[in-house]
């Protein structure tokens, strides 16, 4: 399977501020996706992200939160924009084998926003 | 609405047993299906892919599907103190692609 790496790995961040998260994988991949997990929860789907397109959306997550790029096939990147402390969790990205359905994941990247 | 249903646990079973880890869907449509095992402070990491009705076996690990029921188990047999994980079971509907995650059931094996 891909490598993937996040960076940065963990971050404390202050109100208000915003933070961008980084995905790289090894090889060329289709789809990537962007995951949140809160504390003591399980993962949701915050956005698709497919090179050349827009990314797309789950309910309750709005670009202008979540801003993604995918400029190739082999990065991504997702910003938290205006923080606050709900927004402390794990961010974690994911990428789809060449051969579709299973996907594998990031390290993640844990934000605690004070 | 999809939705994914897990039994929350906690589960503990004695080391040499079988765990058996249960998980429904209420999307019809749902054609893909995965266990994650997620160690405290990692991210998860597939162990098993199931697509079409019946058993499929990997080592110690036996996922079972029976899309009439919705209804998806993993089986771990031989449990060992290393099995010891949040377990996830996670589906994807047709073209959807997407994975939609159930809450995970926390195994405990005692040794």
Same mark, same amino acid.
């Not at chain 1, 991949?29 to 397109?53: C, E, H, K």
């Not at chain 2, 994914?4 to 079988?18: C, D, R």
């Not at chain 2, 199931?50 to 076996?57: A, F, L, M, P, R």
């Given at each position: 399977? /891909? +490598?993937?790496?996040?960076?940065?790995?963990?971050?404390?961040?202050?109100?208000? =501020?915003?933070?961008?998260?980084?995905?790289? +994988?090894?090889?060329?991949?289709?789809?990537?996706?962007?995951?949140?997990?809160?504390?003591?929860?399980?993962?949701?789907?915050? /956005?698709?992200?497919?090179?050349?397109?827009? /990314?797309?959306?789950?309910?309750? $997550?709005?670009? %202008?939160?979540?801003?993604?790029?995918?400029?190739?096939?082999?990065?991504?990147?997702?910003?938290?924009?205006?923080?606050?402390?709900? %927004?402390?969790?794990?961010?974690?990205?994911? +990428?789809?084998?060449?051969?579709?359905?299973?996907? $594998? $994941?990031?390290?993640?990247?844990?934000? =605690?926003?004070? | 609405?999809?939705?994914? &249903?897990?039994?929350?646990?906690?589960?503990?079973?004695? &080391?040499?047993?079988?765990?058996?880890?249960?998980?429904?869907?209420?999307?019809?449509?749902?054609?893909?299906?995965?266990?994650? @095992?997620?160690?405290?402070?990692?991210?998860?990491? *597939?162990?098993?892919?199931?697509?079409?009705?019946?058993?499929?076996?990997?080592?110690?690990?036996?996922?079972?599907?029976?899309?009439?029921?919705?209804?998806?188990? *993993? *089986?771990?047999?031989?449990?060992?103190?290393?099995?010891?994980?949040?377990?996830?079971?996670?589906?994807?509907?047709?073209?959807? @692609?997407?994975?939609?995650?159930?809450?995970?059931?926390?195994?405990?094996? *005692?040794?």
């Amino acid at each position: 399977s /891909a +490598v993937i790496s996040q960076k940065p790995s963990r971050d404390i961040c202050q109100r208000g =501020t915003s933070l961008t998260i980084q995905c790289q +994988v090894d090889s060329q991949v289709t789809m990537m996706f962007w995951y949140r997990q809160q504390p003591g929860q399980s993962l949701t789907l915050i /956005a698709t992200a497919n090179q050349g397109s827009e /990314a797309t959306y789950e309910s309750g $997550f709005v670009i %202008d939160k979540f801003p993604i790029s995918r400029p190739n096939l082999t990065f991504s990147t997702l910003t938290v924009s205006n923080m606050s402390p709900e %927004d402390s969790s794990i961010y974690l990205c994911s +990428v789809e084998a060449p051969q579709g359905g299973e996907q $594998f $994941f990031g390290p993640g990247t844990r934000l =605690t926003v004070l | 609405q999809k939705e994914v &249903e897990q039994n929350s646990g906690p589960l503990s079973v004695p &080391e040499g047993a079988i765990a058996s880890l249960n998980c429904t869907y209420s999307d019809r449509g749902s054609q893909s299906f995965f266990w994650y @095992r997620q160690y405290s402070g990692k991210s998860p990491e *597939l162990i098993m892919s199931i697509y079409s009705n019946g058993d499929k076996e990997d080592g110690r690990f036996t996922a079972q599907l029976n899309k009439a029921s919705q209804y998806v188990s *993993l *089986l771990i047999r031989d449990s060992q103190p290393s099995d010891s994980a949040t377990y996830l079971c996670a589906v994807s509907s047709g073209s959807a @692609r997407q994975l939609t995650f159930g809450s995970g059931t926390q195994l405990t094996v *005692l040794p």
